[in-house]
């Protein structure tokens, strides 16, 4: 299966480490455009209000945080937690993940 790969920029992707261990922060972001490239072809994606609740529904507790969508050299697909907290609000995409001891 190919992965679809998109990232927002770092001004909008602020995350926070909390109590020392607890990642905070937004995953993704409403009505803001991302450049993505899945099976070789480039495209700009959205996600709208609302977008993440159904999968939230039904799968939010299979959702894993990884490091780079998994693609990073020295970690790989090892998850770096699995989120606490899994929200659609108005901004996007809330997480709370407690990180892993690895």
Known sequence: MDREFASLPLTLA???VR???T???YASVHNHPI????????FTTFFRP???KKTIAERGD?????????FDPQVG?????VPR??????TGLYVEVPLDDT
Do not use: C, F, I
């Open 14 to 16: 602020k995350a926070e």
């Open 19 to 21: 109590d020392g261990n």
């Open 23 to 25: 990642l905070v922060g």
């Open 35 to 42: 450049e993505a490239e899945a099976t070789g072809m480039p």
């Open 50 to 52: 609302g977008s993440w």
């Open 62 to 70: 299979q959702v894993q945080v990884l490091l780079n969508h998994g």
């Open 77 to 81: 697909e090892k998850p770096l937690g």
């Open 85 to 90: 907290v899994l929200r659609d609000d108005p």
